[in-house]
C-alpha cells in the first residue's frame, strides 16, 4: 500500500464517522464545529491533490487548514458568548496565526503547560505564506543547477501528508466530543491509524 491510499484510508474513515456524528447546535459551536469541519475537508483535499501530482495546489491548502482549525479553537476557547452576534458578518477573530496559537496555547487545558501547538508548529511558521501563495521558497525548490525541474521532494511531501494528518485528527477529536447521536463512531481506530501515520 502506498503512502497515498494509506492516508486516503484514513480519511475514510473520518469521513464514515462525520457523516454518523450529531450535535445539538448551540451559539458557539454552529461557528466552531463548522470551522473544524472544514479544517478537516482542506486536509482531505491535501492528500487527493497529492495522489494527482498537484503539489502547488497540495501546498496551498496547508494554511487554510491550520487557519481554520485555530480559528475554531479560538472560538470555543477565548471567545465568550458575548462575542458571537447572530449576524457572524462582523465577527473579530485575529488574522495573525501566531496570535491564535499563542491565544489556543493559553486557553486550552491540555495544551497550556507545554504550549503544545507552538512547539509542534513553530518551525512551519515562515514556510506558510509561502506556501499558501506558491511563493519563491517553492519555486527555488524546483531548480537543479540552472535547470527547473518537475521533481518532487517525497520527503516534503511526506510531512505534509503528516501535518495534515495531525490538524484533521486534533479537529476529528475536538468535534467528537459533542456527538450526540447513538451510532458508535471509530475513535479509536482513527486514533491508532494517526498514530501509524504520524510515525512514517
Known amino acids: 500500500m502506498n503512502n497515498s491510499t494509506q492516508f486516503i484510508e484514513f480519511y475514510k474513515l473520518i469521513h464514515q464517522d462525520l457523516n454518523r456524528f450529531e450535535f445539538t447546535l448551540g451559539h458557539k459551536n454552529r461557528v466552531y464545529i463548522p470551522l473544524l469541519s472544514s ?3 482542506h486536509s482531505i483535499a491535501i492528500t487527493f491533490l497529492n495522489k494527482e501530482c498537484m503539489t502547488t495546489s497540495m501546498y496551498a491548502l496547508i494554511r487554510p487548514s491550520l487557519d481554520n482549525y485555530l480559528r475554531a479553537m479560538w ?6 458568548d458575548s462575542d458571537i452576534e447572530t449576524d457572524l458578518t462582523g465577527m473579530h477573530i485575529p488574522k495573525k496565526m501566531e496570535v491564535l496559537i499563542k491565544d489556543v496555547d493559553n486557553a486550552v487545558p491540555e495544551f497550556k503547560n507545554n504550549a503544545y501547538l ?3 508548529l ?4 515562515p514556510n506558510l505564506h509561502d506556501f499558501t501563495h506558491g511563493g519563491i521558497q517553492s519555486i527555488a525548490r524546483q531548480y537543479t543547477d540552472d535547470t527547473l525541474t518537475n ?3 517525497e520527503q516534503e511531501i511526506l510531512s505534509v501528508l503528516r501535518f495534515s494528518v495531525f490538524i484533521s485528527s486534533l479537529a476529528y477529536n475536538e468535534i467528537v466530543k459533542y456527538n450526540v447521536g447513538t451510532e458508535q463512531l471509530q475513535e479509536k481506530k482513527i486514533n491508532d491509524t494517526a498514530k501509524r ?3 512514517l
Open 151 to 153: 521533481i518532487r521532494d
Open 39 to 41: 479544517a478537516i475537508d
Open 118 to 120: 507552538y512547539t509542534t
Open 197 to 199: 501515520l504520524l510515525e
Open 122 to 125: 513553530g518551525a512551519l511558521m
Open 75 to 80: 472560538v470555543k476557547y477565548c471567545c465568550e
